[in-house]
């Protein structure tokens, strides 16, 4: 990885901080596929909104609600590696990337501004889809494992910018779920919600998109200005 620094153009932003599942990669698809297999070998019963809750935690407190929930017996480390050892095995074998996402990394790392992988997902799964990422794309990697409170708690971000040596304020965040849009938006990073697998509901000084198709370098140095775009809006038109 290059080392980080900030874009040099002021009035691009200092970073972009990306999440990973649901937001650069459409795992979330591997996940409930893995929570459903486990659930149902313990013979309990997992429902979509079950699973649906789960999206964006850390994983040890899905593992402890899978337990509790889904009536799983096992140990919270032995869950949370069932379901990072199959969501593994399916990224081996296709990385579900984002419409978009490609594309925004890459303009990303040729306007020279940097961006971190901020993920709630163990780094044996992040760094391997951060491997297959367009070359530099990420110079840092926040991994749900490295972090003592996870989202929705700021710490992964703030952790993100003090490792790029950038001024979190200056950067925008990039994210899909609840937990991991309060995390971004605590930190104090400009917040870009992107709608996956659940809603992003609208909130005061929220910018969201149904895309990141629809995003480019120039809107999110228009975010960074303090200027909120919510293109859910026109979607909606």
């Known amino acids: ?53 789960l999206v964006g935690n850390p994983l040890r407190e899905s593992a ?20 990072m050892g199959r969501v593994i095995e399916q990224v081996q074998a296709e990385v579900p990337w984002q419409p978009g996402a490609r594309e925004l990394l890459t303009a990303l790392r040729e306007a020279g501004v940097p961006c971190a992988l901020v993920t709630m997902s163990y780094r044996e799964l992040a760094a391997p889809v951060a491997e297959l990422a367009p070359d530099d794309a990420f110079q840092v ?40 849009i309060a995390s971004a938006r605590a930190s104090g990073a400009s917040t870009l919600g992107v709608e996956a697998v659940v ?7 929220l910018s969201r998109t149904p895309s990141l198709e629809l995003v480019d ?19 909606a038109a």
Do not use: N
């Open 64 to 83: 402890r609600i899978i337990r509790e929930r889904g009536g799983v017996d096992l140990p919270i480390d032995e869950i949370v590696a069932f379901l």
């Open 141 to 180: 990697l926040v991994c749900g494992d490295e972090v003592e409170r996870g989202k929705p708690d700021p710490e992964p971000y703030l952790l993100a910018a003090q490792r790029l040596g950038v001024d979190i304020t200056r950067c925008v965040a990039i994210e899909d779920s609840p937990a991991g």
């Open 217 to 235: 370098v120039d809107l999110l140095a228009r975010l960074v200005s303090g200027e909120v775009v919510d293109l859910m809006a026109d979607d």
């Open 1 to 53: 990885m290059t080392s980080p620094r900030p874009a040099a153009d002021p009035a691009l932003p200092q970073a972009v901080l990306w999440d990973m599942d649901g937001t650069l990669v459409d795992t979330e698809p591997y996940w409930i596929a893995a929570e459903h297999e486990l659930v149902d070998a313990h013979g309990g019963t997992w429902t979509h909104e079950d699973a649906m809750s």
């Open 199 to 205: 809603p992003v509901l609208p909130a005061p000084g």
